[in-house]
């Protein structure tokens, strides 16, 4: 493991108040990560991947934790669809973080890139998407729709993980007719598994950076609480239109990263 200075007290400040941010926007339509990573990477420069990664989904799974239970005591969740789909991603995480210790990571900012200009335009055009529940299927093909796409975007989450809960909202909705509102509470539960996958696999190599992770968690979990209360109050309006413009903001911050003018 890379050895690493001891992170100043202003370092922690600026982590703390970054965990924060990913926490609200991760609790209202996901992607904190894209929020937290970039954080990690400046404030840890001298970090392994596997260390950025693995601090990442420690911080995160608090802030999930903390919104997923919020959520479920708001919104009252179907459990049915809910628990087998977090339980495969929970799988697909520890594949997908397995094969992340070994994948390039810039290799996956083009596909990134694609997938969230589709999810974006999709979305931005289709006004009236995710304003109700309005399911395509049921019974078992619901059921295995959701266990597919807990599968998949699991190991996209163990592998790279950025945007993970913005692609399972947009699944939820998109694929299978979800409102945004209830999308984001299932979101979240399958988002807390993902990331205990991947931590399954970081934490016994001793990759978490404790120190940092651990005011990232606190506030992560402060910021995850407000932003699932946030969104609950506040409907599937507003969730859809924090889902536009965070997505947005992700298509901007990675084209300038493969064009070179933010790395």
């Given at each position: 493991m890379t050895a690493l200075q001891d992170p100043s007290v202003l370092t922690l400040?600026?982590?703390?108040?970054a965990g924060l941010l990913a926490g609200w926007v991760d609790a209202v339509v996901g992607g904190g990560g894209l929020v937290q990573l970039p954080a990690l990477l400046?404030?840890?420069?001298?970090?392994?991947?596997?260390?950025?990664?693995?601090?990442?989904?420690?911080?995160?799974?608090?802030?999930?934790?903390?919104s997923s239970i919020t959520y479920y005591r708001r919104v009252r969740p179907d459990l049915r669809t809910a628990i087998p789909m977090a339980a495969v991603a929970y799988v697909g995480a520890i594949i997908g973080a397995l094969l992340g210790l070994h994948i390039p990571k810039a290799a996956f900012n083009p596909i990134i890139l694609s997938c969230l200009v589709i999810v974006g335009a999709y979305t931005l055009f289709k006004p009236r998407?995710?304003?109700?529940t309005s399911l395509r299927w049921e019974g078992p093909r619901h059921t295995l729709a959701a266990v597919l796409t807990g599968f998949v975007i699991g190991i996209y989450d163990g592998a790279l993980g950025p945007g993970t809960g913005s692609f399972l909202v947009f699944a939820l909705v998109g694929l299978m007719g979800y409102a945004f509102l209830e999308a984001s509470a299932k979101a979240k539960i399958a988002n807390v598994a993902t990331n205990l996958g991947a931590l399954t696999v970081f934490a016994p190599g001793g990759h978490i950076v404790v120190k940092v992770g651990i005011v990232m968690a606190l506030m992560n979990l402060v910021g995850g609480y407000l932003g699932a209360r946030t969104a609950v109050r506040l409907g599937?309006?507003?969730?859809?239109?924090?889902?536009?413009?965070?997505?947005?903001?992700?298509i901007i911050r990675i084209s300038l990263q493969l064009l070179g003018i933010w790395s």
């Open positions: 400040i600026l982590m703390g108040l400046l404030g840890l420069p001298g970090a392994s991947p596997a260390q950025l990664l693995a601090t990442n989904k420690f911080a995160g799974v608090f802030g999930t934790a903390t998407l995710g304003e109700a599937s309006g507003f969730v859809r239109t924090v889902f536009v413009v965070v997505v947005g903001a992700f």
